[in-house]
């Protein structure tokens, strides 16, 4: 099915630890986006990419980076998780030429312990 | 400092009965806004949006109202019904960038 895949679907880390997720879109989107959802705090935007070969800070970067690999792909990393990353993490894609509505994957639940 | 806030946590809803859900936003620079529904475990799903040139928009059993003067939008959903349970967020934007709010989850009760 076309749309936009995270993997993996959960994961638990200890602090210190690293890792990667991963987020894939087949509809040949410009833009993407990786958002945390906190209790209370809705979604938050950590990083964004606005076309191939380019990302920028969202409201909440600190402790994180990304690549944009290719049209297809934008990966989140964590360096040294810490606790106040325990969050569920949604990669999103878009086109403006489509209007401004979001396609997101399903998430990904992270606990860092 | 949240740009969009839904003010209401929760809203418990009879089924058949109207859901009416609040939003209210500080930058007058959005031109467009939008309302995504989130399902536990899936990511949200796009449900109706409106430009600022308009003060409504309909789409089936969901309406959503912009009053540009007041910053607020509201999203009716009449009939409300069981699959309507869910978490909505409300969204705006000035360029390509969503800003969204906390949430608002509903529950339609039988």
């Known amino acids: 099915n076309a749309g936009v895949t995270q993997t993996p679907k959960f994961q638990v880390l200890k602090t210190g630890q690293s890792m990667t997720l991963q987020c894939a879109q087949d509809?040949?989107?410009?833009?993407m986006y990786w958002y945390r959802q906190d209790p209370g705090m809705g979604l938050r935007l950590i990083y964004y990419?606005?076309?191939?070969?380019?990302?920028d800070k969202g409201e909440v970067p600190n402790g994180y980076n990304v690549s944009r690999l290719n049209k297809r792909e934008f990966s989140l990393r964590l360096e040294s998780a810490a606790p106040s990353q325990t969050s569920v993490y949604f990669c999103a894609s878009s086109d403006r030429g489509q209007g401004y509505g979001y396609t997101f994957g399903s998430g990904t639940r992270l606990t860092v312990v | 400092d949240q740009q969009v806030k839904q003010n209401s946590p929760s809203l418990s809803v009879q089924e058949g009965r109207i859901s009416i859900l609040n939003c209210d936003y500080t930058n007058s620079m959005f031109d467009y806004f939008l309302w995504y529904k989130k399902y536990p475990a899936e990511g949200p799903t796009f449900l109706i949006s409106?430009?600022?040139?308009?003060d409504k928009n309909e789409d089936g059993r969901f309406t959503v109202f912009l009053n540009k003067s007041a910053k607020h939008l509201s999203l009716h959903i009449v009939p409300s019904q069981p699959g309507d349970s869910a978490v909505y967020f409300c969204?705006?934007?000035?360029?390509?960038?969503?800003?969204f709010g906390a949430g608002t989850t509903v529950t339609v009760r039988a």
């Open positions: 409106i430009s600022s040139i308009k």
């Open positions: 509809m040949n989107h410009n833009s």
């Open positions: 969204a705006a934007t000035d360029d390509y960038k969503l800003s």
């Open positions: 990419s606005a076309s191939e070969g380019t990302t």
